[in-house]
């Protein structure tokens, strides 16, 4: 599997949502937005949909790759298949034996927390980045035939973590195998407690958070409790703020029901913002809801950027007075992106694409893989209304060098782009040590894992705009 998967695929995927269903076939097929993952005749939901950034898609194949050999991915610009040429005689897999490795990992969980409790310590959450790490863990060791802490690469408990985008001040691991017997999950807590250096970790008031991992090997279990504390961060002062800021759509079909819709959101607060997610939903005049879109960003969002998304809104027809609604989540951080110098030389516009075009330079000492996101924008009565948005990519973008590009919208139809007047930029950055492969597992660790937040803030409404260039 090539590195260039990671930023060309169309697919994300927990651990949780693939363990709802056995695998029939070899092929599993995704559509673009949707939560459906058809496996043959059978079908299967995710508990979010499909991860998009433009035209460009991403994917965390860790569970995937795990359990499937000779691994291929196709995409045709919409929809994605991997394909497996052989799956792994892997009980865990799927079915009722996923199920019951998670009703053990639950099992666990609770016992922990019960011992730490008799002794006044405070319980672990339970940390999905964590989880991802000490499955990936466990896997790797009944795959490559190993048993420690450290994997044939290198990697040690702490490098997995970061590799997930954990920021943490101390870790501990626990690790074991054992023959598998009935109710294993009191077996398993039995052998840690009996391990002084075991129970010293399961006990320490400094941890706070734990991930679990399960892997049957054989007639063997394959155990990994990783435990963390969280890094203290400098917390900003002041309180970030996303604000609404436009959407517009155009119809895509003769018959009106079938339209691209772009949505734009600014940083309006005075913090940066990260790990934002958003459910966007456009609405009829009873509020009801037409269509739903879960738009999501895991750089940063520097203040005064734009996020901006897009997507296609098929057998509906968008009424005039319709509306929008949307939740938010957000992270504050104290980061910033790296330093660049970016010189746009123009804006370039035709039947079916707005491109801007010219060089950036890599100001900072950080080598990354670099997504460019320019933000189009037209003028309604000197009032700045969204266009569209592009997207260029950069695969090793190196310190101190300068590289041309060309950040392209797709589908963007002519009486939109003409009117372009406008682009403002937003980044993504990706640290290359974020890309570290095990190729002979053939997986993509992973590069600030995202992952499912719930959502905890009011609903919010706003009036949807029709597109001013229609």
Request: hydrophobic residues 35%; aromatic residues 12%; glycine residues 8%.
């Amino acid at each position: 599997m090539k590195r260039s998967v990671i930023a060309g695929i169309a697919i994300f995927i927990s651990f949780f949502a693939v363990n709802a269903f056995a695998l029939p076939s070899n092929t599993l097929k995704f559509a673009l937005g949707e939560k459906s993952v058809s496996v043959g005749e059978e079908s299967a939901e995710m508990n979010v949909p499909l991860f998009k950034i433009g035209d460009e898609h991403f994917v965390s194949m860790e569970f995937l790759a795990k359990h499937l050999k000779g691994a291929s991915i196709q995409f045709d610009g919409r929809n994605v298949s991997f394909s497996v040429g052989e799956v792994t005689e892997d009980p865990g897999a799927g079915g009722e034996d996923g199920e019951e490795l998670l009703d053990i990992m639950s099992s666990l969980h609770e016992k922990i927390n019960k011992h730490r409790a008799e002794i006044g310590a405070p319980p672990l959450e339970i940390s999905m980045p964590a989880t991802f790490a000490a499955q990936d863990h466990t896997t790797d060791m009944c795959i490559r035939g190993f048993f420690d802490h450290t994997n044939p690469d290198g990697l040690k408990p702490g490098d997995r973590l970061s590799n997930y985008g954990v920021k943490w001040s101390k870790y501990g691991e626990n690790i074991q195998k054992l023959t598998i017997v009935d109710d294993i999950a009191s077996k398993i807590d039995e052998n840690f407690q009996n391990s002084s250096n075991h129970k010293k970790n399961r006990l320490d008031k400094d941890f706070t958070h734990i991930g679990i991992g399960l892997y049957k090997c054989g007639n063997e279990m394959f155990v990994t409790e990783l435990f963390f504390t969280p890094r203290e961060q400098t917390k900003p002062a002041d309180k970030g703020e996303l604000k609404f800021f436009d959407a517009t759509y155009w119809e895509t079909s003769e018959n009106g029901n079938s339209s691209k819709i772009v949505v734009c959101f600014k940083n309006t607060g005075k913090t940066n913002l990260t790990n934002i997610t958003i459910m966007f939903n456009i609405l009829d005049s009873n509020e009801d809801a037409l269509a739903t879109k879960m738009m999501s960003f895991y750089g940063i969002l520097e203040q005064g950027q734009y996020f901006t998304e897009s997507f296609m809104a098929d057998g509906i027809s968008i009424p005039d007075d319709a509306k929008v609604s949307y939740e938010i989540e957000f992270e504050e951080t104290g980061e910033s992106n790296p330093k660049v110098e970016i010189k746009e030389t123009g804006i370039e516009k035709g039947e079916g694409f707005v491109a801007a075009k010219g060089k950036i330079t890599n100001k900072s000492s950080e080598k990354s893989l670099l997504f460019i996101i320019p933000t189009f924008f037209t003028k309604d009565d000197q009032n700045l209304r969204i266009a569209d948005f592009g997207l260029s990519k950069i695969e090793s973008f190196e310190p101190g060098k300068t590289y041309d590009y060309t950040a392209s919208s797709l589908n963007t139809p002519k009486f939109v782009s003409k009117h372009v007047s406008k682009t403002d930029y937003s980044y993504w950055f990706i640290p290359r040590e974020n890309l570290l492969m095990a190729c002979n597992m053939e997986k993509v660790n992973g590069w600030k894992m995202p992952y499912h937040k719930l959502f905890k803030n009011s609903l919010k409404t706003a009036y949807l705009k029709n597109s001013s260039t229609k």
